[in-house]
């Protein structure tokens, strides 16, 4: 039954790009072998992959998930994903280091899936860039240029946090010139205090050429009601050529994905079809 649903909404969704972070940021538990957190995210996998069939859609890992064992056949959650288009969340701020962990997943074959490096620019120990000088954006941009000429499924590198890579970029006299070519920027609009906010990321994104991704993960909260503020802010997204993709970012999602698509087919996707 569930699968039929899902096939119904494929026949006529528009065509989009959608980042999904993959589960919470830090599972429940890491005891063996107590594997339910992962068959939770497996069966979930399964739907996301029939709805978004039509789609291009990503997800977002940490790279020491890579080894962990998924289930009690010794499957690799490396071996679960292979077939899946992958950011990899990097917990370091050494371009050397970065290189060294994302090399084992880049193939220089055609029609592979594409895998991409997630930064994040907090100042947590030497997780993030936020305290590093600009040469650490002239060392990455250099290295996102060498991956790129080296390995074809290698598609570039995601921002996760807007609100600190503003920061970031201020404190450093917004010198565009001197970043990488980033694919896009994850942008959580109702978390910002300013109203106009929106508009700041789109600017930013102009700025450095970059894709938006949108955060919809509490599209059945009061941010999206109706829908109109979501179609406002994708209009203006549109007007200002910049290209946008959608972002789930919560764990609910792993329980409630009937919200997505009731969202998506009673109230937005008619709308956003007509922007």
Known sequence: ?????????????????????????????????????????????????????????????????????????????EELMKE?????????????????MVIPWLSKEENTPKKYIGIQFHSVYN???????????????????????????????????????????????NKNSLYPSFRTIYFNYFNSYEKNEINKAIQLCQEINSSISLDISEIDSEYFMDCDSFINILSSIKKAGVNYKLLLNRSLWLKEWFVFLNFFHNKCVHQIENI
């Open 127 to 173: 997780f993030g860039f936020g305290d590093s000088d600009i040469n650490y954006m002239i060392e990455l941009k250099e290295l996102d240029v060498k991956l790129k000429n080296k390995y074809k499924n290698y598609g570039g590198i995601d921002v996760l946090d807007y609100e600190f890579f503003k920061q970031y970029y201020q404190k450093h006299n």
């Open 1 to 77: 039954m569930i699968i039929l649903f899902l096939l119904f909404f494929i026949t006529f969704v528009i065509s989009y790009e959608m980042n999904i972070f993959m589960l919470p940021h830090v599972l429940s538990t890491w005891k063996q072998p107590e594997y339910k957190a992962w068959e939770d995210w497996k069966n979930s996998l399964q739907l996301y992959s029939i709805y978004l069939k039509n789609h291009e859609f990503t997800l977002t890992v940490p790279t020491f998930y890579m080894n962990q064992t998924v289930d009690e056949n010794g499957t690799t959650f």
């Open 84 to 100: 899946y288009n992958l950011v990899f969340i990097v917990p370091n701020n050494n371009i050397t280091i970065i290189e060294k």
